[in-house]
């Protein structure tokens, strides 16, 4: 039953990365994938997710398997504030530490809701998000700023510093990561 609900959700991520010569470009399709149980860890973020209404395949599976996710926060209170921390998660669909365990790349699902901000940071593995619904202004330190929608791919390098900002829309975002650094957390900019 979980494996089936686990099965769509990637299968549309499958579907999104077959339709995305970004994400093909970024890194293989891992070929090692193993499906293991992991406990549910539903977090505020997920009531938010649950009445977000949006047509993409990737949001709509995502919805279907929500409450048995095991979602995640890499960051603390003292970081990103009490109110971050009831507006954001995701989770490791596919990785060193995924739903579908793989060592070949790192797939997350992201959300954010509207109105945050997401502070710089950086981290090792290399980075590409694709948007799937919503919309965020992105931040790197070479370029100027960018309002990206569904569709748009962004990609960070190695250590690059990045970060985002919500308007009016929260955003949900495929992620991958790739290289060395793949089993590592993201890190805030020391200030
Ligand atoms: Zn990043």
């Known amino acids: 039953m979980q494996d089936h609900l686990f099965n769509d959700l ?40 649950k009445k977000w209404q949006a047509p ?12 048995l996710c095991n979602w995640k926060q890499t960051y603390t209170e003292e970081e990103v504030g009490f109110g971050f921390l009831q507006d954001y998660g995701y989770i490791e669909l596919f990785g060193p530490d995924g739903h579908f365990l793989t060592n070949e790349l790192r ?7 509207r109105g945050l901000y997401y502070p710089w940071h950086h981290h090792k593995a290399e980075e590409i998000y694709c948007v799937l619904s919503g919309s965020a202004v992105f931040e790197v330190d ?17 250590d690059q510093p990045h970060a985002m900002t919500l308007k009016s829309a929260p955003i949900l975002a495929l992620v991958l990561w790739r290289g060395d650094g793949l089993a590592d957390l993201p890190k805030m900019q020391e200030t």
């Open 10 to 49: 990637l299968n549309a991520v499958k579907s999104r990365y077959d339709a995305t010569p970004d994400l093909q470009e970024f890194g293989a399709w891992p070929q090692d994938m193993t499906f293991r149980e992991i406990a549910p860890n539903p977090l505020p973020a997920i009531r938010q997710i």
């Open 56 to 67: 993409d395949p990737v949001h709509i599976a995502l919805q279907n398997v929500i409450d």
């Open 107 to 113: 797939g997350y699902i992201a959300y954010w809701g």
């Open 142 to 158: 070479t370029a100027p700023a960018r309002t990206v929608h569904p569709g748009d791919c962004q990609y960070h390098a190695s």
